[in-house]
């Protein structure tokens, strides 16, 4: 964990988020692969398309004058059970009943919830003499992270801390009190516009 996940974690405002990441399969691939046409001459296919279609067998009178029993059948010898007009008619009637399929409406960003830290640093530096307004030091020590030199040099690194203030330990701790309050102000913490400017 870097150091300002540290803090953040110590002032509540660390939120583990999942990101979605998309499925890498290669089912995607496949389906948007064009399949290629079926190779012959042309004139092959030309007779296949004008090759008439199969009628269908009649069915033979009974001899016996009673009925047969046997239910219509289509040219492919499959048995419809319902004419033509029957099945348009109830693929009608299907459609009609369809609930029309609504848009999705488009969800709203969640407004991000802000953490009342200056209570809470109010409350923990009350009794302890330590200025967390104004000392980076005295910020980190109240919340109980390393505030060594080295530690504060790793954090304004962390941050990226231009070049010109890394050389002067004073100019570095005032950079990075800063850096680290506005941070906190981006993570939802309510630190007050005095304190950034």
Known sequence: MSLFSKIL??????????????????????????SKPATGTAGATASVSHRPAATAPTAKPSTTGKPTGAAPTSGAGVHTGAS??????????AVKHEPAVMPAAPVAPKPMEMVDVMSMLEQKAKGTGLNWK??????????DIDNSYNARVELAKELNAPQ??????????????????????????????????
């Open 9 to 34: 974690d110590k002032l509540g405002l660390r939120k583990d988020k999942d990101e979605e990441k998309p499925a890498t399969g290669t089912a995607g691939a496949t389906g948007s692969t064009p």
């Open 84 to 93: 033509t007009s029957d099945r348009r008619q109830q693929d009608d009637v």
């Open 134 to 143: 104004q000392s980076i030091s005295d910020l980190l020590f109240l919340l």
């Open 164 to 197: 010109e203030v890394m050389g002067d330990s004073a100019r570095m701790n005032t950079w990075l009190h800063k850096e680290v309050l506005r941070k906190i102000s981006e993570n939802g913490g309510n630190i007050p516009q005095d304190l950034l400017d």
